[in-house]
């Protein structure tokens, strides 16, 4: 399997968030993706290499222009203010609020284009964002060339972006964009599986009203969990997309039993949907010991998840999501490809 990443995610460094009412250090730092190069290192896994650059077509596919025309331009706007420390959105419209404008004031912009605090900028951040979704075109591009799986090491994260809104730690959707590459390939059916812990509201969002990418998430439950505002089970698709959006919310402090049991479930969804390819949105934090999550799968747990997903018998690619406790992300990572690989 090969491994696509690029040293430039380290450009993504220094940013904060707000977590209880403080600005504090971002979770979502550098050390996950060391810790999980050292893991797959350790293992014969087979060859890291570099993304190839695919310019900003294929992210147009998915994003709105005007969307991207900021994230391209925000850190450059956001110093010009003479402000020389990470850029975080603050202001955020109500419901009854102008939508369809956006503001000149890169303020405005920040949180015209946002949907909470979770999406900090800094000089490196833009750079970072696009070798990042590089990493994931270039694992199509793999698969497309005849390669059965393949794992796009993406940082940042992207299951959370949306058409044009970031948030939670992601800026361009990395799983989204692959999914569309997947279908201009020719791929009639694309079956997106989402196993972080968070719901993947951005991949929801972005192909709810489309027969032609199968979405499924396996998260925590909205109603107690981040992103708090999508991810009900009553949430099934739109129009020509009805019955193509799945969500499986499970209560804090489920353990594998619970959770596999939702991927058991979630994999025969897609077995019947019968896709060309399947794109995994692969978050780690469902880990017992994650800092800012709440259930409770063990490092064994991620082998057999890998080999669950491996029993699709389908063209898999793997796109880094979440996952922050550093320690065990590489583990966790490491053991869900090796679980699929053994299978
Ligand atoms: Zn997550």
């Avoid at 990395?174 to 279908?183: E, G, L, T, Y």
């Avoid at 708090?228 to 009553?234: C, E, I, K, S, V």
Wanted: proline fraction near 6%; charged fraction near 20%.
């Amino acid at each position: 399997m090969k491994i696509i990443h690029s040293p430039r995610h380290l450009g993504h460094s220094g940013h904060v968030e707000l977590m209880n009412g403080q600005v504090v250090p971002a979770f979502e730092k550098p050390e996950r993706v060391a810790m999980i190069l050292n893991a797959v290192g350790e293992r014969p896994f087979g060859t890291l290499i570099e993304p190839a650059a695919h310019g900003l077509d294929p992210l147009l596919k998915v994003h709105e222009e005007a969307y991207v025309r900021f994230l391209a331009s925000a850190w450059q706007m956001w110093t010009a203010d003479g402000r020389d420390f990470p850029a975080l959105p603050s202001f955020w419209r109500a419901p009854g609020m102008r939508t369809d404008l956006e503001p000149e004031s890169i303020d405005g912009k920040l949180g015209h284009f946002s949907f909470d605090a979770g999406c900090c900028m800094v000089a490196g951040t833009w750079d970072a964002v696009q070798a990042g979704a590089d990493s994931a075109l270039t694992g199509v591009d793999l698969m497309a060339g005849g390669e059965k799986s393949a794992f796009a090491l993406c940082r940042p994260p992207g299951h959370h972006a949306h058409a044009a809104t970031m948030g939670g730690y992601c800026f361009i959707n990395n799983a989204a964009v692959a999914a569309q590459a997947f279908r201009d390939l020719g791929a009639a059916r694309v079956a997106i599986l989402d196993v972080d812990y968070h719901h993947g509201n951005g991949t929801q969002a972005i192909f709810y009203d489309r027969p032609d990418v199968l979405v499924c998430n396996i998260h925590a439950d909205p109603a107690q969990e981040f992103p708090y505002f999508l991810g009900y089970t009553d949430e099934t698709g739109a129009g020509a997309g009805e019955g193509f959006n799945a969500n499986f919310p499970l209560r804090w402090g489920t353990d594998y039993a619970g959770w596999g049991a939702a991927l058991d479930t979630a994999c025969t969804r897609i077995a019947d949907y019968g896709p060309d390819v399947v794109i995994v949105s692969l978050g780690v934090d469902t880990y017992k010991d994650d800092p800012i999550s709440q259930f409770k799968l063990d490092s064994p747990d991620y082998l057999k998840i890998g080999a669950r997903i491996a029993a699709l018998d389908r063209p898999t690619l793997f796109v880094m999501e979440g996952g922050y406790a550093v320690e065990a992300i590489g583990i966790n990572v490491a053991n869900t490809l090796e679980g699929f690989l053994q299978r």
